[in-house]
């Protein structure tokens, strides 16, 4: 059975008459679906609904950059499941993904007296904090404040020369490793942007300062002050992320219907992967599935009858969106819901930007070998297998329930699929081949760590055998290694800022733990040299930035290096030269210490590190849980054996 969705014009008169004529219409539903509507509890008979109805079919738009981002202009219906329906609506050009046919109804009711929803597409009428004078809605913690509408964006916008340098940019650094969109479907909105930015709607200002804001982040600071002369790099960062937030509250992201919006907080969330709290961006992403979810992108397009350029952009939207909230909630030591949740949106297809168009019917078929899609297609398969074994159990590799065996068994196979769909096509003299490489060996050997976790979690080094330490501390070091060679890779530097995504502390802690265990040994300045190189090359340690991950990690350097010096001294050592990162950190950590004191609040670096430090416990339920910057687990250092 199709139903054609019903159109405005249908949908006059009172409020009561439409309930009546849908209570009618659904009551027509259950009987040809073979229920009883007299009958409620009654299970309808095995009949025609057992087979999916066909859905209905659409023709494709091209899209004006200035208007339809979504590309949805008429209501698409499609039957999702054998007794449900669901359907994309746009109404005041927001779109709306509806599973229960009753409130297509009255999302497509013309409101009483001609009252319409507040618009959110055009710049002059941003959505205000709600108050009960001026709609039946009160204003709630996520709407826009009514502050956001009244500060000038114009002046905000970069010079058209650093648009179009930075769009460039984008193209380069940021648009291989994402994929969002194509790059030939933003470019007229980026012209707009460099001529008459004053011209944007609301949704794509808010993706064109995204854009602006995550392709800064890739840039080196002479290529910040190339670009905008006296400018520093790190007040850019912080120019353009306020950009972003005025933006995106202007546009009303939390309620936000649109894909550009979900598009630009999607840029948002990557580009602060190492600025904010990850609890925070793990709550911004629940924010961004909800969006995601009420555009309908957990639904393949195909199946919503959209055209193929669309469907195909709303996949990758889409995955990248799972990518992103893979990193994150590992960070916070939690599994996306979305692992466990029904969605059927497929992987996008290994085709080039330019290999697609709006008029097309069909997609083309795949292009074998490697394309400019491969970057992001390894981590889109690795995240279907994740989630196609998390289904079994949430937990997946850090379960104690799935036995080392099996999760080898599986590991080993992902390995084969990785080669064989992409590292057998890899030739190294190519930059984006090789950081293809380093990306699966990287995910390879943290699977390998995360397989171990729960046998080490609160485990003292003194209960595990010398061949696993020996073994994961070996991991540990080619992961820093592989961390190395992208900061220090020149024809990849495009890259090191999407690499810095990946960077978990809990590997660097585990190398600074062993250094401390092995500080009469020769071996222990292969650690050090690696500790003292990562801390030269990592930009939170180069800047010497605060926050208790740092704060933490600081204090097991040093305390680490004062048992290195110990074991030299006692060996009578003439020449002990201090590390770098020994001596930069400490003087950081006095410096914090000094500015303690004068506050009021004496603090001594030795009570600090009896409180926080143990080499002996490795608690990995906290280091795991919270690299990024949460806490750090309180454990005494006198528990040291």
Same mark, same amino acid.
């Given at each position: ?512 733990? %062993? #250094? $401390?265990?092995? @500080?009469?040994? &020769? *071996?222990?300045? =292969? ?58 950190? %400490? #003087? $950081?950590?006095? @410096?914090?210490? &000094? *500015?303690?004191? =004068? ?43």
């Amino acid at each position: 059975m199709t139903k054609r969705a019903p159109s405005n014009a249908q949908w006059g008169g009172e409020i009561v008459r439409m309930q009546q004529d849908r209570i009618y219409e659904l009551e027509q539903y259950i009987l040809r679906t073979g229920g009883d509507p007299n009958h409620v509890h009654q299970r309808p008979t095995a009949s025609s609904h057992d087979q999916a109805p066909p859905t209905s079919p659409r023709t494709s738009s091209n899209l004006d950059p200035k208007q339809d981002h979504n590309g949805i202009f008429r209501p698409s219906e499609l039957t999702s499941y054998k007794t449900r329906e669901a359907y994309l609506v746009e109404h005041d050009k927001q779109t709306r993904y509806i599973e229960t046919p009753m409130w297509y109804t009255w999302s497509e009711a013309q409101k009483p007296n001609g009252e319409t929803e507040p618009h959110q597409q055009k710049r002059s009428s941003s959505p205000q904090r709600h108050t009960q004078n001026s709609t039946r809605y009160h204003s709630a913690l996520l709407d826009p404040p009514a502050a956001a509408q009244t500060i000038e964006m114009l002046h905000r916008h970069p010079p058209p020369k650093a648009t179009s340098v930075l769009w460039t940019a984008y193209l380069t650094n940021v648009h291989p490793l994402v994929k969002l969109f194509f790059d030939w479907e933003k470019a007229p909105m980026m012209n707009i942007a460099a001529k008459e930015p004053g011209s944007l709607s609301s949704p794509q200002e808010a993706l064109v300062f995204a854009i602006h804001f995550i392709t800064i982040l890739s840039l080196s600071d002479a290529q910040c002050k190339a670009i905008f002369e006296t400018s520093e790099r790190l007040l850019l960062l912080d120019d353009f992320q306020s950009s972003v937030e005025i933006a995106l509250e202007r546009v009303g992201y939390a309620s936000a219907s649109d894909l550009l919006v979900l598009q630009a907080l999607s840029l948002y969330v990557l580009a602060m992967r190492n600025r904010a709290r990850p609890a925070t961006l793990f709550s911004l992403m629940g924010i961004a599935v909800r969006m995601a979810q009420r555009l309908g992108l957990h639904r393949d397009g195909e199946l919503l009858g959209l055209s193929p350029m669309i469907a195909e952009e709303r996949r990758r939207t889409w995955w990248q969106m799972q990518q992103i909230e893979i990193v994150i909630a590992l960070v916070v030591g939690c599994t996306p819901m979305s692992f466990n949740a029904k969605w059927d949106t497929k992987i996008p297809r290994n085709i080039e930007d330019s290999d697609i168009s709006p008029n097309m019917t069909t997609l083309p078929a795949d292009r074998q070998g490697l394309s400019g899609m491969s970057q992001v297609l390894y981590r889109y398969m690795i995240g279907r297998y994740i989630r196609t074994t998390a289904q079994k159990d949430s937990a997946w590799f850090t379960s104690a329930n799935m036995s080392t065996t099996d999760k080898e068994t599986l590991l080993e196979y992902i390995r084969k699929e990785l080669v064989n769909n992409f590292l057998q096509y890899c030739e190294p003299v190519d930059p984006m081949h090789l950081y293809i490489q380093i990306g699966v060996q990287s995910f390879l050997l943290a699977s390998q760590r995360m397989a171990r976790l729960p046998l080490m979690a609160s485990t003292r080094i003194s209960d595990m055998s010398r061949i696993d330490r020996d073994d994961f501390l070996r991991n540990c070091m080619k992961t820093m290694d592989y961390y190395i060679l992208v900061q220090t890779t020149p024809t990849i530097a495009q890259f090191r800022w999407h690499y810095e995504y990946y960077f978990t502390s809990s590997t660097l802690v585990y190398v600074i733990i %062993e #250094a $401390h265990h092995r @500080a009469a040994t &020769t *071996e222990v300045e =292969s650690l050090w040299a690696t500790i003292n190189r990562v801390c030269e090359l990592h930009p939170r340690f180069i800047a010497a930035g605060s926050g208790l991950e740092l704060s933490a990690i600081a204090h097991l350097i040093i305390r680490a290096w004062q048992q290195r010096q110990e074991h030299l001294e006692s060996q009578q050592s003439q020449n002990i030269e201090k590390p770098w990162c020994v001596a930069m950190l %400490e #003087a $950081h950590v006095n @410096a914090r210490n &000094t *500015e303690t004191v =004068s506050n009021g609040q004496p603090a001594s670096m030795e009570s600090v590190d009896s409180d926080l430090m143990n080499f002996e416990l490795i608690d990995w339920s906290a280091w795991e849980a919270e690299p990024a910057g949460e806490f750090f687990q309180p454990i005494r250092f006198e528990d040291i054996h």
